[in-house]
């Protein structure tokens, strides 16, 4: 069934993207400089802005400098092919679509996801959520016309509203501190779910309870029965299996709305200390974004002498980059020299985002440029944003195929030139959306409309996304 008859991909791409100079208000207005920032909102009220500034500056940091710091060193490990990294999640996540079931079921498929590359590709998996934060969005076409209506295009739920009103489409900064306070309430119930329990591997069954019978289930079934064989003979052997109890979960989202995350910016002196091993030696006590442990620069919004870059550059968080076809290797390097100037492994990921049918020709140059410059960087391989296509009945829908020829592009670049594949960004839910056409469940342009609910880009399935994690397990494998 189509949920209220809005699945047609109908945005006109009648303007160009907005770029205006982000007005520098609130307690840290004069630490940052009055650069052009693409892809910002038009607040239609400065005086209300200003006081969301105010009162974010004022609230408790999300996540602490410390796990980010943690996050940088497994991302070095990535980097250097001793870890995989496994960040994922929804396109645009929604206000609406925090609830426990839904964070559950995206936090259960991403465990499984993870037991999955683990178990295939015999490495630990660092897990990263697009989750806690990811509420704006990028987009082509600041308006969206339908029929003969033309209103501002939706920027994701901290700016303004899917409905297509004047009103839900005008940008209201009281939302920035509905995101904060989303993201918190979603931080809170995946802490207690990887800290309580739930994610012991000894579990690995239970993840799988809830999701339809499927063939990718039925896999990943037997994959939990070796698991439990292996873990019932290490415990025979006298293993402590404790540590297993808690699992280490990451969050993260696109750096977009320098609104919500500069104020969120802190030099965090007064942390208390962690426990577990904390990388001291590349803590600096610069500022962090204590929005998200790792945050992410869009294709959109990479460009050298903007505000995007300025801030990532700023901020001692582990930094993604998204890389499209067209980014040349001085690109590249000029991006590292501004955000990872002292080449420190961990703090650069390059989240390549190619097209399946180009990757193969665009990826090789530039990771041989990066490795010949003798920087570290972790790539990352993202095989959705450059394979979006519009279906005939006018859905915005990826082939899972071609997501995965992506990948398995991704892993043949890299065994080519004998560098390492670091890990995937995915855009997937743990619902049985029919957004992505094929997977094991064949969905065709009709079946589209049976459940379309991404509110921007379509998301990979509970089933593709376990199927997914299989398919590249054995590339890992491989490597
Ligand atoms: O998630 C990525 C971008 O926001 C998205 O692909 C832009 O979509 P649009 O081209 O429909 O604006
Ligand atoms: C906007 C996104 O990607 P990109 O910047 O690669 O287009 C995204 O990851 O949702
Ligand atoms: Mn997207």
Known sequence: MVRSGRRRWETARVSSPTTTTVPVTGPAATAWPDLPAAQQPEWPDAAALAQVHAELASYPPL???????????????????????????DCAETFAGATADGIRRRVKTMLQMSAVLTYGGGLPVIKVGRMAGQFSK??????????????????GDAVNDFSFTAEGRTPDPQRLLRAYHTASATLNLIRAFTTGGYADLRKVHEWNRGFAATTANARYDALAKDVDKAMRFMAACGADFDA??????????????????RPLTRTLDEEPPLSGPTSADVRQGGPYDTSAHMIWIGERTRQLDGA??????????????????????????????????????????????????????????????????????????DPMHGNTITSQ?????????????????????????????????????????????????????????TRYESLCDPRLNHQQSLELAFLAAEMLQQR
């Not at 969050?251 to 709305?257: D, I």
């Not at 839910?429 to 064949?442: K, P």
């Open 308 to 381: 995007h870059v300025d801030f990532a550059a700023r901020v001692r968080n582990p930094i993604g980059v998204k890389l499209g076809p067209k980014t040349s290797v001085a690109d590249a390097l000029a991006l590292a020299d501004r955000i990872d100037p002292f080449n420190e492994p961990g703090r650069l990921t390059f989240i390549s985002r190619m097209g399946a049918g180009v990757i193969r020709e665009a990826l090789p140059a530039l990771v041989a440029g990066v490795r010949d410059s003798g920087r570290v960087v972790t790539w990352v391989c």
């Open 138 to 155: 990028p987009r082509s076409s600041n308006l969206e016309t339908r029929g003969d209506v033309t209103l501002p295009a939706y920027r």
């Open 244 to 261: 297993l109890r808690t699992v280490q979960f990451f969050a993260s989202h696109e750096a977009l709305l320098l609104d919500y995350e």
């Open 393 to 449: 009945s006018g859905y915005k829908t990826r082939r899972f195929d071609d997501v995965v020829e992506e990948v398995r592009g991704f892993f043949e670049v890299h065994a080519t030139l004998g560098t390492v594949p670091g890990g995937l960004h995915v855009e997937l839910t743990g619902d049985d959306v029919t957004e992505c056409l094929g997977g094991a469940f064949d969905i065709d342009d009709a079946g589209l409309a």
């Open 63 to 89: 996540v602490f400098a410390g796990e980010a710091d943690q996050l940088r060193a497994q991302l070095a490990q990535a980097a250097r092919g001793e870890a995989f990294l496994l960040q994922g999640g």
